[in-house]
Nanobody, 128 residues
Framework: QVQLVESGGGSVQAGDSLRLTCTAS????????MGWFRRAPGEERKFVAA????????KYADSVKGRFTMSRDNGKNTVYLQMNSLKPEDTAVYYC?????????????????????WGQGTQVTVSS
């Protein structure tokens, strides 16, 4: 059973930084695509960033490019989301997700429907 546990959320001022952590357990994650999504108040959950646990590429939503950085620590089965220059519109519940990639390579997924496993979410609140 795959388990994902997020941490690192909180309440900050605009311009501040936060680092979210997602620790995965229950599998060897070398063949998994890992994603970060967020749900703002009154909105649907949306893609933020994704990477493959074994590949070099990272994709970002346009709204966070240049401000957010996704990274990983393979030895710890952990992915991070470094969020800099936070804006009030970044306020949301942030979710970590994992999906097994069945084809060879390091494909990463950006659509929610492709992810089977989800964490419980962590709240990020940015005030102006």
């Amino acid at each position: 059973q795959v388990q994902l546990v997020e941490s690192g959320g909180g309440s900050v001022q605009a311009g501040d930084s936060l680092r979210l952590t997602c620790t995965a357990s229950g599998r060897a994650f070398s063949r998994y695509s890992m994603g970060w999504f967020r749900r703002a108040p009154g909105e649907e959950r949306k893609f933020v960033a994704a990477m493959h646990f074994s590949g070099p590429d990272v994709k970002y939503a346009d709204s966070v490019k240049g401000r957010f950085t996704m990274s990983r620590d393979n030895g710890k089965n952990t992915v991070y989301l470094q969020m800099n220059s936070l804006k009030p519109e970044d306020t949301a519940v942030y979710y970590c997700a994992a999906a097994l990639v069945l084809i060879p390579g390091s494909l990463l997924f950006t659509r929610q429907a492709e992810y089977r496993y989800w964490g419980q979410g962590t709240q990020v609140t940015v005030s102006s």
